[in-house]
């Protein structure tokens, strides 16, 4: 079921990843930004190179108002959307709980987890039948730390996700009888900038051999399970949480 998708943090590794195929695969795309207009605008030229139907939207998903203003563009632009990956987020800079600073906390709790929130319910009260909308898929990103703990590295981070299953769960049985489906992906390694933003530049080279299958993910096989979860190929899916992390 293609239609109109949003990806928040659609610019950058798995989002963009995901917006790239989300076009090949027939959707119209939202690619979500916060900061880097240069990266969303590549990757909307990219798309309509292709083809495909694409826009950039600036938007801050921690903040309510942001969130429906970005639902509101996509929709005058594209449509309606029927697709939403929640995939913005951030893991703050390495640190052990009892060092790390307030800020860092509370903005990867905002982004990661309201954000997530808001934009959760920003879809349904467009897509749900219940609301007269057409019905649609959600997929939320998750991360191998909801299960690890990342201990000495980002335990709030791996709270936040942890929080993302959880509602990932509820929300899916909440709206399970009103079209719309609720999945989520929870990636191991990957080869993106998330790791030399937390202050781990060498992770990657480091950590990802440890992994069963000996290396990090591409963003592109990350993305390829969020658009099977997103597909009819996937519409008795509902609830779950799809560790894609190499074994690990």
């Not at 906390?105 to 987890?113: A, D, G, Q, S, W």
Request: some cysteine; hydrophobic content about 45%; charged content about 20%.
């Amino acid at each position: 079921m293609a239609g109109t998708i949003i990806v928040t943090g659609g610019s950058r590794g798995i989002g963009a990843a995901t917006s790239r195929l989300a076009a090949a695969r027939g959707y119209g795309v939202c690619v979500n930004y916060l900061n880097n207009a240069a990266a969303a605008e590549a990757v909307v030229r990219d798309i309509a190179g292709a083809g495909a139907r694409a826009i950039a939207v600036q938007a801050d998903v921690a903040r309510e108002d942001a969130v429906e203003g970005l639902f509101e563009s996509a929709g005058r632009a594209l449509g309606p959307a029927t697709a939403l990956v929640n995939n913005a987020g951030l893991a703050g800079r390495v640190n052990r709980l009892d060092e790390a600073s307030s800020e860092t906390i509370r903005t990867v709790v905002e982004v990661n987890l309201l954000g997530t929130i808001w934009c959760s319910r920003a879809a349904v009260r467009r897509m749900s039948t219940r609301r007269g909308g057409p019905g649609g898929a959600i997929v939320n990103l998750s991360s191998g730390a909801a299960t690890i703990g990342s201990p000495g590295e980002y335990v709030w981070y791996a709270a936040a996700k942890g929080a993302v299953d959880s509602f990932t769960l509820g929300l899916a049985k909440e709206v399970a009888g009103e079209g719309i489906r609720v999945n989520a992906v929870a990636p191991g390694f990957v080869d993106t900038e998330i790791h030399a933003a937390s202050g781990m530049p060498e992770r990657l080279a480091e950590d990802a051999p440890k992994v069963p299958l000996g290396r990090a993910a591409a963003p592109r096989e990350i993305a390829e399970a969020i658009l099977w979860l997103l597909s009819d190929a996937a519409s008795y899916v509902t609830g779950t949480v799809l560790r894609v992390a190499g074994g690990r």
